[in-house]
């Protein structure tokens, strides 16, 4: 069993930042990736940050530039730095980690970006 438990959501004004974090705990081995998906009121989940092990950084064009995802291997842990957030930004952020090919999401957090 894996566990994800995020933390770091809630709202803030246009041009604000927020981090967000997600631990993974329980059978944690051969992590193939970690990131963040989203997903808007009345959209498809999509992808913003997701770092595969191994390789290069993936981002959405809407974020990037503003948003940096890392990773601490030892805590098993990834954040989500978000800067200049916009209204466009807000949804339910997830966090997702592969491990041996198999996909586990957390159990989401609200990001809302309004004045």
């Known amino acids: 069993q894996v566990q994800l438990v995020e933390s770091g959501g809630g709202l803030v004004q246009p041009g604000g930042s927020l981090r967000l974090s997600c631990a993974a705990s329980g059978s944690i081995f051969s992590i193939n990736a970690m990131g963040w998906y989203r997903q808007a009121l009345g959209k498809q989940r999509e992808a913003v940050a997701v770092?595969?092990?191994?390789?290069?950084?993936y981002y959405a064009e809407s974020v990037k530039g503003r948003y940096t995802a890392s990773r601490d291997h030892e805590k098993n842990t990834v954040y989500l730095q978000m800067n200049s957030l916009k209204p466009e930004d807000t949804a339910i952020y997830y966090c997702?980690?592969?491990?041996?090919?198999?996909?586990?999401w957390g159990q989401g957090t609200q990001v809302t970006v309004s004045s």
């Open positions: 997702n980690v592969v491990i041996r090919g198999v996909s586990y």
């Open positions: 770092i595969p092990s191994g390789g290069s950084t």
